[in-house]
């Protein structure tokens, strides 16, 4: 970290410090909410979540070389400083606040319905041709998760590429004005979280309170293919920066998708023409390469680093991860689903040879629509060979696709062996909660 004191802490969030005044202008080395990540100086969060509360292991954590903890009940006979507070992450997001005031260095902040992850992963795999980039890791893109993303930033740290992720009004507000980005890119709005947000006026006003908090002279990258995000006009007095594969000032021509091979495509900007290989398999690739290829540009990139980076991206996770059996293809695309990257996802199943199958489960918070959602995206799903619909939801999903439907993933998995085949191409697809990685686990058996 770069050099940040239990005094400076104590001073962001409001807190009161207890114990060694010795030890108040001591720098803490990592600041930590997972007891298990505790090193020599560390702070320690105690944070009381639903199922395990962080006060229990402060003790193990002094014992572990936690230099303080952040807390919201005093530590009976504490060895070590603790610093009291009301609400413990209310505090952290201050502290979040204070130790970005410390960096003087470009801040990428991205969201949108769909491709956030991909998108940071590319933009942060370009930006790392030239630069030290710190990005999100993991799902650290909440109100909790991205002040640790932020305590990632080091002196050695020259760009940061964080992810922003929200579920309700206000949240893109609270979680921006910590990162205080100097360049803001929102990739698609689409139906998501519409349990809170009502329909896609409200995903594009939740999303867009990230404006608020840009810096001045800051950018902003918008998918210029997206109806809502399209019309925006200007933010702070300027004009969006617009990608798009069809509309925009970075535009892609020449598209070639083969499956396994990845994607070919000519990136159109600046009145040039950059060829590219994206080591992908969805065409929704091309627009976070050229999303990429913006953020770049704006930060000083040449185009053979652009290139570089955008050949050197690589998949995280469950998203998109194609897995050869030797027998069948699984595109393991199980992280999270919403009915714009279902529909994508199946997009991508058609780049590929053989039978195509696609596993697809329940899409989660969609709201007083689901079910007309869930129909909606079985139609589309028509296209595919066989499709099989798992989840209370997806019986509508079913219907729409003509499609093998189980109502719950046991049934599901007990049936696969007799529904796939070798030479298939399978697409496993749902919201996160459905666990459909055991759907990928029981293919990989096949």
């Keep these: 970290m770069k050099h940040f004191t239990l005094k400076e802490i104590a001073k962001a969030c409001g807190g009161t410090y207890v114990g060694d005044k010795n030890l108040i202008d001591a720098p803490v080395s990592s600041i930590e909410r997972d007891s298990r990540n505790i090193k020599k100086n560390s702070l320690f969060l105690a944070i009381k979540g639903a199922r395990v509360d962080g006060h229990d292991f402060i003790k193990k954590c002094y014992e572990n070389g936690a230099i303080c903890a952040l807390c919201e009940k005093p530590v009976k006979n504490a060895d070590k400083p603790y610093i009291l507070v009301d609400n413990t992450l209310e505090a952290v997001k201050k502290i979040a606040k204070a130790y970005r005031l410390l960096f003087d260095i470009p801040i990428v902040g991205i969201s949108g319905s769909v491709g956030k992850t991909s998108t940071k992963e590319m933009i942060a795999s370009v930006l790392s041709q030239k630069y030290n980039v710190c990005k999100t890791s993991g799902n650290l893109n909440n109100e909790l998760g991205v002040p640790l993303t932020l305590f990632g930033m080091n002196d050695e740290t020259e760009v940061a590429v964080v992810e922003m992720g929200i579920s309700d009004f206000g949240e893109m507000s609270r979680i921006s004005k910590m990162v205080q980005p100097t360049v803001e890119v929102i990739t698609v709005i689409g139906d998501c979280h519409l349990e809170n947000l009502g329909d896609r006026d409200g995903v594009f006003k939740a999303k867009t309170e990230m404006f608020e908090n840009l810096r001045d002279g800051g950018v902003v990258i918008l998918n210029g293919d997206d109806d809502k995000l399209s019309k925006v006009k200007e933010v702070k007095g300027k004009p969006p920066v617009f990608y798009g594969i069809n509309n925009g000032s970075y535009k892609a021509e020449n598209i070639k998708i083969s499956g396994v091979s990845g994607i070919e495509a000519d990136l159109i900007f600046g009145g040039k023409r950059l060829s590219v290989t994206i080591p992908a398999i969805g065409e929704y690739m091309v627009s976070n390469a050229l999303a990429a290829a913006a953020v770049g540009v704006s930060l000083g990139l040449t185009d053979d680093e652009i290139k570089a980076g ?24 199980c992280y999270n689903a919403n009915p714009v990257s279902v529909k994508a996802s199946i997009d991508a199943l058609m780049n590929f040879d053989g039978r195509k199958v696609a596993v697809l489960g329940d899409m989660k918070e969609l709201g007083e629509n689901e079910l007309a ?44 062996s007799s529904l796939v085949t070798d030479g298939d191409v399978v697409l496993v697809k749902a919201s996160r909660s459905m666990k459909f990685e055991e759907i990928v686990e029981e293919l990989k058996k096949l």
């Design 373 to 416: 959602l869930h129909f909606e995206v079985g139609e589309y799903a028509k296209k595919c060979d066989k499709v099989i619909a798992v989840g209370p939801l997806s019986k509508e999903l079913a219907n729409g696709a003509n499609g093998i439907y189980f109502e719950t993933k046991e049934q599901a998995l007990k049936e696969l």
């Design 310 to 333: 955008i050949s050197a991206y690589k998949t995280v996770g469950s998203r998109a991860d194609l897995i050869d059996t030797g027998k069948i293809k699984i595109i393991n695309d």
